[in-house]
């Protein structure tokens, strides 16, 4: 396992796949805000063998409760920008994290090593098989309506002529 233990409901919120397991696992802050403006959200910045996911932490002792942050869970292959600006700050695409807890390999360093494990696990599968057989025939029916008109007798707006009472007055409609 990682740097730390991941309490069993936060491991039931990521919903694991069977084959998928968890490399790494750091106590982390998720940095919120614009440019100068920072707020942190602490939690847990977790490493499978198929994404990376913070798990938010909302209250103390027990009543401690975890969440998934949306956007925070971003599959290996689709990470955009790894990079570790100073030490601890990882930024993963869009978002920015404060890693805590003990040195050692860096969280981004064995985040790309996974991210590119999994991008040749992928490129290693067989490609889906073609379906043979007759070509898939889409047929479409385009249906016109005519819409007839007819004007209130009470005040002269044009109405449908299924319109049950006028949309103008609320009188009702003649037949």
């Known amino acids: 396992m990682g740097v730390v233990a991941l309490p069993d409901s936060a491991r039931l919120l990521l919903a694991l796949e069977p084959p998928e397991t968890i490399f790494e696992v750091w106590h982390a802050a998720h940095r919120l805000g614009g440019r100068f403006v920072h707020k942190e959200v602490d939690g847990y910045l977790v490493l499978t063998d ?5 798990v938010q932490v909302v209250g103390i002792g027990r009543r401690r409760t975890y969440h998934t942050v949306p956007g925070c869970v971003v599959p290996l292959e689709a990470i955009t920008e790894l990079r570790e600006e100073p030490p601890g700050l990882l930024r993963i695409s869009d978002r920015e ?3 805590k807890g003990p040195s ?14 999994r991008i040749r696990a992928l490129s290693d599968r067989p490609a889906a098989p073609v379906p043979s057989g007759p070509p898939i025939v889409v047929r479409e029916r385009v249906i016109l309506r005519e819409i007839v008109r007819v004007p209130c007798r009470y005040c002269g707006a044009l109405n449908e ?7 103008a007055c609320g009188a009702p409609a003649t037949r």
């Open 50 to 54: 198929q994404r990376v996911a913070f």
């Open 97 to 99: 994290y404060r890693v």
């Open 161 to 167: 002529q299924r319109a049950l009472r006028c949309h």
């Open 104 to 117: 050692g390999p860096t969280a981004a360093y064995r985040i790309e090593r996974a991210r590119v494990e």
